[in-house]
């Protein structure tokens, strides 16, 4: 998946598990489905009995220092303008 997607669909799927009244609503699982792949390596490597909204923030981070890192890499090599 691209960075900005990630960190997208990550920072969408915090709002959406804060504001969310029912945990077992279909809006927040169909979240939740888009985004385990990407909080799957954070949970990894995060300790035994990490929050689940810790795990999301972590990922968002990740993956926004992976779209900036790519942009600037990009940039230095005289690549096309990413916007």
Do not use: H, Q
């Amino acid at each position: 998946m691209r960075p900005v997607f990630s960190s997208a669909s990550t920072r969408l799927n915090s709002r959406v598990a804060r504001f969310s009244r029912k945990p077992d609503s279909r809006f927040l699982w169909f979240f939740g489905v888009v985004t385990a792949p990407l909080i799957w390596p954070i949970r990894k490597l995060a300790p035994r009995g990490t929050p689940e909204a810790r795990l999301r923030w972590l990922a968002l981070g990740l993956y926004a220092v992976i779209w900036f890192g790519m942009r600037l890499f990009l940039g230095s090599w005289g690549g096309p303008n990413l916007g």
